[in-house]
């Protein structure tokens, strides 16, 4: 690939300070701890306890690619590079808003990271090469995207404006994520935009297929597909392929089912009503 290939490529990064959104030492006020509807805390500790260590595995597989650094170009490292500054970030994020809300330490949130088994085996049909790898970042960080929105919606909303924040610049940051895959993309493989649908494909039954998360950052949405509505996965995918001119965008009703889809059995309360909230 030569540089004139990317000389109009647009790799961009949210800027945003943690310390200054959400200082370390921040406690979440006693109001929104006893206002929460039942279940809300708990089952917002339950998420926070699954995505703090999702977030980590970034950096297991950033050094996974990195040795095979050989293979990419370099506009793809160095998008690579921000990509890992900002989910390390998101981790130390997380990490913060669960000891807030939880009470679980530092310390032992370090001790269960460093216990996980990553498995990248699984998952090795998506990290072929800077091609594939690309496809499936879109994917994943696009379903990142409403992911968090339902997050926000469903969870951050009820604990005050410092933490819905921090879940704003979430969602900022993966669609940030989401473009930029595009760009190098189109820039860097357009002659191989026609196998962009049918890897989709292959992705989405991978994820399915697995039936859980081998903590390697890729495809972590297969540990919470009860939260998402069965269409999830295919609108997801028509978002990819129209990023890249390759279909038409879904329809905005299709975007907001994603993220405000109520699992059956389960009933959602506005932020500010009352009742019992769960997932």
Known sequence: MSIGQYADCKISQNQWDLDQVLPRDYQVPDSYLRTAPPGVLENFCRLLGRDVFSEADAGVLYDYLMVRRSEFSSEFLGMLALWLNDETKHYEALRRVYHGLSGVSYGAMDRQFHDRVHEIE???????????????????????VYSYRRDLREYYGYFG???????????????????????????????????????LGRIAALEDRLGKYYKTFFLDHAQEQFRFPPQFNGVIIRVVLARLGLGARPEPRELKALWQWVPEGCRLVPIGGRGKRSS
């Open 122 to 144: 699984p998952i090795v049909m998506v990290l072929q090469d800077e091609f594939t790898i690309l496809v499936t970042m879109m994917f994943d960080e696009m379903g990142s």
């Open 161 to 199: 404006p410092v933490l819905q924040k921090v879940g704003q610049h979430l969602i900022q940051d993966e669609g940030m994520h989401f473009n930029n895959a595009a760009e190098l993309l189109l820039h860097g493989h357009r002659d191989r935009l026609g196998e962009v649908e049918p890897l």
